[in-house]
């Protein structure tokens, strides 16, 4: 009777992602993979807010067969956490079994009790099939678009569509790689205006620096004065929106309508197929109408946290109402404050 070939043992192992040619052509091949698993997500998390990376591969005959993109954050309001992935919509093991994944959550857990970490936390996007607590307190959007630019707007819903027409009117839109900084400092003001710290500008200046052509910069101007704009970032086919920002009052004009139907019509423009809108707290009853308002439906997140140390799961967005009076006064704040300040306190809120 013939031997049966033995199989070569799982080798799981922290990766250094800027010397690892495999792990981008890797995360490209997995449709559950997301832009903020690849190496410029990663690397602009490093080099702007200086976090330690705790990156795992792993590795069986030679292949490259799971990755969990992962960071050390030494927070002041919770202490040292795990997060796949910081300043990320999604994060979470990509791998091609389950038996490999949950090999790979293993050694993730095993890393947080070699580090006194508090907990580990992963922003998976869909079930992981791990038998963790879930946090659902998020809702994403994305759906697929027509294969004409043209056919954007009539696939609107007809509020949604009227308020476009209205707005394209009013305002026209400007896409180019020179906006970056002025829709951090529309971002910027409109974080202070939720009671929110914004990111850092040189997280923005990083991203654009790794995503080059892949960055996409979209701002609404009327009489050619910026009154809204959002940053997007392009991974296989599908683009997604990401920062934005507008000034006060523009919220009540057609300009949000005007921005994200012409983001929709450059995304179809350059070949795409999927469009994300991010996520939203389903308590933030704002954004998550205008997205419903566009036609989006909601879809709920599937984020784990792994409890190490600490024995509660962790609530880090505005929602906490701890975080309420410290929002209060954070709008009153000014702006060239908030801005600098910001920067400095997202560092320990990924």
Same mark, same amino acid.
């Given at each position: *009777?013939?031997?049966?070939?033995?199989?070569?043992? %799982?080798?799981?192992?922290?990766?250094?992602?800027?010397?690892?040619?495999?792990?981008?052509?890797?995360?490209?091949?997995?449709? !559950?993979?997301?832009?903020?698993?690849?190496?410029?997500?990663?690397?602009?998390?490093?080099?702007?807010?200086?976090? !330690?990376?705790?990156? /795992?591969?792993?590795?069986?005959? &030679?292949?490259?067969?799971?990755?969990?993109?992962?960071? !050390?954050?030494?927070?002041?309001?919770?202490?040292?956490?795990l997060v796949s992935i910081p300043y990320a919509t999604y994060g979470g093991v990509v791998a091609?079994?389950?038996?490999?994944?949950?090999?790979?959550? @293993?050694?993730?857990?095993?890393?947080?009790?070699?580090?006194?970490?508090?907990? %580990?936390?992963?922003?998976?996007?869909?079930?992981?099939?791990?038998? %963790?607590?879930?946090?659902?307190?998020?809702?994403?959007?994305?759906?697929? /678009?027509?294969?004409?630019?043209?056919?954007?707007?009539?696939?609107?819903?007809?509020?949604?569509?009227?308020?476009?027409?209205?707005?394209?009117?009013?305002?026209?839109?400007?896409?180019?790689?020179?906006?970056?900084? @002025?829709?951090?400092?529309?971002?910027?003001?409109?974080?202070?205006? %939720?009671?929110?710290?914004?990111?850092?500008?040189?997280?923005?200046?990083? #991203?654009?620096?790794?995503?080059?052509?892949?960055?996409?910069?979209?701002?609404?101007?009327?009489?050619?004065?910026?009154?809204? &704009?959002?940053?997007?970032?392009?991974?296989?086919?599908?683009?997604?929106?990401?920062?934005?920002?507008?000034?006060?009052?523009?919220?009540?004009?057609?300009?949000?309508?005007? *921005?994200?139907?012409?983001? *929709?019509?450059?995304?179809?423009?350059?070949? #795409?197929?999927?469009?994300?809108?991010?996520?939203?707290?389903?308590?933030?009853n704002g954004p998550h109408a205008f997205k419903r308002h566009l036609g989006f439906t909601p @879809?709920?997140?599937?984020?784990?946290?792994?409890?190490?140390? @600490?024995?509660?799961?962790?609530?880090?967005?505005?929602?906490?109402?701890?975080?309420?009076?410290?929002?209060?006064?954070?709008?009153? *704040?000014?702006?060239?404050?908030?801005?600098?300040? &910001?920067?400095?306190?997202?560092?320990?809120?990924?």
């Amino acid at each position: *009777m013939s031997q049966q070939p033995q199989q070569s043992p %799982l080798d799981i192992r922290p990766c250094n992602i800027a010397d690892c040619a495999e792990w981008d052509s890797y995360v490209r091949s997995k449709p !559950e993979a997301t832009v903020f698993h690849t190496a410029a997500w990663n690397e602009s998390v490093r080099k702007a807010y200086g976090h !330690e990376p705790r990156n /795992l591969g792993a590795w069986a005959n &030679g292949k490259l067969v799971g990755v969990l993109p992962l960071f !050390e954050v030494k927070s002041v309001f919770v202490g040292k956490v795990l997060v796949s992935i910081p300043y990320a919509t999604y994060g979470g093991v990509v791998a091609d079994t389950s038996e490999i994944a949950q090999a790979i959550l @293993t050694e993730a857990q095993n890393i947080a009790r070699q580090h006194d970490i508090e907990y %580990l936390e992963l922003r998976n996007r869909e079930p992981s099939g791990f038998d %963790l607590p879930v946090n659902d307190r998020y809702d994403t959007f994305r759906q697929q /678009l027509p294969e004409n630019p043209q056919d954007i707007l009539p696939s609107l819903p007809k509020k949604a569509r009227a308020a476009a027409r209205h707005g394209l009117e009013e305002f026209t839109v400007d896409i180019d790689s020179k906006w970056l900084d @002025t829709i951090y400092d529309l971002y910027s003001i409109t974080l202070r205006r %939720l009671g929110s710290p914004n990111y850092s500008r040189k997280f923005f200046r990083q #991203l654009q620096t790794q995503f080059g052509d892949d960055c996409v910069c979209l701002v609404v101007l009327k009489d050619g004065k910026p009154v809204a &704009g959002v940053v997007s970032y392009v991974f296989r086919d599908e683009l997604v929106a990401y920062f934005s920002g507008s000034i006060p009052g523009a919220s009540r004009t057609n300009a949000s309508n005007v *921005m994200y139907l012409k983001l *929709m019509e450059h995304t179809v423009e350059r070949g #795409l197929r999927w469009f994300d809108f991010n996520r939203t707290r389903r308590d933030n009853n704002g954004p998550h109408a205008f997205k419903r308002h566009l036609g989006f439906t909601p @879809t709920p997140l599937c984020y784990q946290t792994w409890l190490n140390k @600490t024995q509660e799961l962790p609530n880090l967005s505005p929602s906490n109402r701890k975080f309420a009076a410290a929002g209060k006064v954070w709008r009153k *704040m000014p702006l060239w404050f908030t801005k600098a300040a &910001g920067g400095k306190i997202t560092k320990w809120i990924p």
